[in-house]
């Protein structure tokens, strides 16, 4: 290795040599002995090349690096917003309700950038990201006056039209994943109808295409312009798109506005998993480490305490916790729902028992391997059933409707159970009320069809001439429910209800019940 750095100086040196610049003649002076030498030379400074300093590119700047949502959809926004009086009633509208777009934010938070990577991935306009905030607030479990349901308020034909299922378990529309991937292939079919027109497609996805197209033909008709504005159309659909361009001016002008909508992160938040069978959500919780609650907000499609038992098994969860589930999962396979051992009695029937399971007379001809309901006494059936109490399953569809029925609408309520004839209309007019709010006061649409059995509740006011009053009533020996319901003129079924009798089945001398009693028709 010295011999070899030796080698590399002299070869440094020697290139040091033959790069010196040549002495010109002038310089060379000649000596009495005609010899030469070459006058001195003034010693030459090296020439050091300036260091460049790296350049270092500027970041990118993306709707995609956005920390926020809502900053990286309002960077895409691209429909004008017009100078109208419409548009400036709801933008006044947002900016003075500021705590409503605080609420549609933290609803918003698990599925919106889930659906704003859908709509990018397909080209689509980024208003279509705020729809769900005109059409349901983005509450996942919203049913509309019109028997819409979800975030993105499909009506049942069009549902099952863009293949969502609904039956007792599942319902495809409230399905964020599903529903999120139908509403956009409607909204494109819709844009691909009205000729790439999206005011057009968009009035369209809330009244209609025939609606629309019938309007457009009118306008064309008598000479007149066929945007938006100047199409004669339902009033809610006049206000639709207003609506959703002044929300768009305001998610893209916040700080102009001076409105702060609490931030999304810019990130997955939940993440899709199908099992590949039947489980019951308390389960399915127990996998992921969450709360069935949390599970059954992510999730509002399931109806019941589990998922389908067929078809529609998919999840969405949090990210933290898919690896888990995935885990438990495959450590527990076929053990995600609980069986019990029944044996037959005199009396039953599939749908009885079906009943008296919260299951369905499908799930037990499955699970028994039957091709019909025939069923005899002394067979033992096994039966799919909720390893928690029903009320566990917070969100459950039962649930959900309690809690509505419970909601006080009046000064005092009564139950009424639906027999054959029965429809809103009819009971309404009984009991001299709205059939929209006989239809709100128990989570129905007013065309939604009524079944017998179903108990609904009836809010009162001691109004058509009724004079009501709380009346506390001591129980004496040899009474019955029946009896005093009789006594003081109202239903029994009110009088288990008013007082939580359902699983009581006596009455003890001294017990004191409540009563809500029309003075007019009785002596208190």
Known sequence: MRFKHSWVLALVLTGCQVSQPTTPKSDVKTTPDNTSTTAPVAPVTPVIAPVETPVVAAPVVTPQTQEDVWQRIAMQLEMPIPDHKTVDYYRTWYLKHPSHLKTVSQRAQPFLYLITEKIEQRGLPLELALLPVVESSFDAFAYSHGSAAGLWQFVPSTGKMYGLEQDYWYDGRRDVDAATDAALDFLTDLNQRFDGNWSHAIAAYNSGGGRVSSAIRKNTKAGKPIDFFSLSLPKETSAYVPKLLALADVIANQEKYGIDIPPIAN??????????????????????????????????????????????????????????????????????????????????????????????????????????????????????????????????????????????????????????????????????????????????????????????????????????????????????????????????????????????????????????????????
């Open 267 to 524: 990130k997955p938040v939940v993440e899709l998993v199908k099992p590949g069978e039947q489980l019951d959500l308390a389960i399915a919780a127990s996998y992921a480490d969450i709360s069935v609650g949390e599970l059954q907000s992510l999730n509002p499609a399931y109806n019941q305490w589990a998922t389908s038992p067929e078809g529609n098994t998919q999840l969405l969860l949090p990210i933290a916790s898919v690896d888990k589930f995935n885990a438990q999962l495959a450590q527990n396979r076929g053990k995600g729902m609980k069986v019990a051992r029944y044996k037959v009695q005199s009396g039953d029937t599939v749908s009885t028992l079906a009943q008296k399971y919260h299951t369905t007379s499908q799930v037990i001809r499955t699970a028994n391997n039957m091709s019909n309901n025939n069923i005899r006494i002394g067979q033992h059936l096994l039966i799919p059933i909720s390893t928690k109490d029903d009320k566990d399953y917070t969100l459950s569809a039962t649930n959900r409707l309690a809690k509505t029925q419970s909601k006080a609408r009046g000064q005092y309520k009564l139950s009424h159970t639906v027999k054959k004839g029965d429809s809103l209309w009819s009971i309404a007019k009984a009991n001299k009320i709205s059939h929209a709010s006989l239809a709100k006061w128990n989570g129905m649409g007013p065309r939604d069809t009524l079944r017998i059995g179903q108990d609904l509740v009836i809010w009162k006011n001691g109004a058509d001439g009724a004079v009501i009053r709380t009346v506390f009533y001591n129980v004496r020996n040899g009474d019955t429910v029946s009896g005093i319901a009789n006594k003081f003129k109202v239903k029994t079924i009110d009088v288990v209800k008013w007082n939580s009798l359902e699983k009581k089945k006596y009455l003890k001398p001294g017990q004191k019940l409540k009563l809500y009693v029309d003075v007019t028709k009785v002596s208190v």
